[in-house]
């Protein structure tokens, strides 16, 4: 129980354009997801909260017009970074929040790849 | 503010043997959870086990126990009988129970040596 799903693992993208990322609750509800950074060899960075009907809660020094966040129903958010740039270039991992409390009310999609070239 | 400190960038371990991974966190939440996760090189974050502020004992799944000393605002994760499988990169985290942001320390890499 309490899976997440992520899509897609691993994309290249050209600079300039635009990659969305799906995270999607497969057997419950989630009406708070969260979005995270990773840079090879250091830590998640929370970037976003995302509630389902309403917007994003974006941490100190994110873009929230770079990194667009839709929570449009209680299974889906998706992250779409606009316009990438080579240092956008990172892993991208999303969680969802379980209110049944497995996982102590938090799993992990298996995260995105993401390349600018 | 939260914080959580790993201050161990690297260990190593020679397989069967144990090994403690240090970690310790700063909170003003009067209750929070404490959590390790495991993140292999494929990047998934695999939860191994929760230690909630109020538990009067130690948590322990498996092979994996968590060392709380509450006092000290340590939550060391020691990992019992190695196995070469659990060469990854570990992470303690920590959630308050009034918010539902979770934040990460910085991560410490474990090698198990055959």
């Known amino acids: 129980g309490a899976v997440v799903s992520q899509h897609p693992s691993r994309v290249i993208c050209k600079s300039g354009t635009s990659v969305k990322i799906e995270c999607r609750s497969l057997?419950?509800?989630?009406?708070?997801m969260f979005w995270y950074r990773q840079f090879p060899k250091q830590s998640l960075m929370l970037m976003a909260t995302s509630n389902e009907g309403s917007k994003a809660t974006y941490e100190q020094g994110v873009e929230k017009d770079k990194f667009l966040i839709n929570h449009a129903s209680l299974t889906l958010s998706t992250l779409t970074v606009t316009s990438a740039h080579p240092e956008d270039s990172s892993f991208y991992i999303c969680?969802?929040?379980?209110?049944?409390?497995?996982?102590?009310?938090?799993?992990f999609g298996s995260g995105t790849r993401l390349t600018v070239v | 503010a939260q914080k959580i400190t790993q201050t161990q960038p690297g260990m190593f371990v020679q397989e069967k043997e144990a090994v403690t991974l240090d970690c310790t966190y700063d909170?003003?939440?009067?209750?929070?959870?404490l959590f390790w996760y495991k993140q292999p090189s494929s990047g998934e974050m695999i939860f191994l086990i929760y230690?909630?502020?109020?538990?009067?004992q130690n948590a322990t799944e498996g092979r994996y126990s968590l060392n709380f000393q509450k006092a000290r605002k340590s939550a060391n994760l020691v990992i019992s009988a190695s196995q070469l499988g659990d060469s990854a990169m570990y992470f303690c985290?920590?959630?308050?129970?009034?918010?539902?942001?979770?934040?990460f320390g910085a991560g410490t890499r474990l090698f198990v040596k055959a």
């Open positions: 909170t003003s939440d009067p209750s929070y959870g």
């Open positions: 057997d419950f509800q989630a009406t708070t």
């Open positions: 985290a920590m959630r308050g129970l009034r918010g539902f942001k979770t934040i």
């Open positions: 230690q909630g502020s109020y538990d009067q």
């Open positions: 969680s969802a929040r379980d209110l049944a409390e497995r996982n102590y009310g938090y799993t």
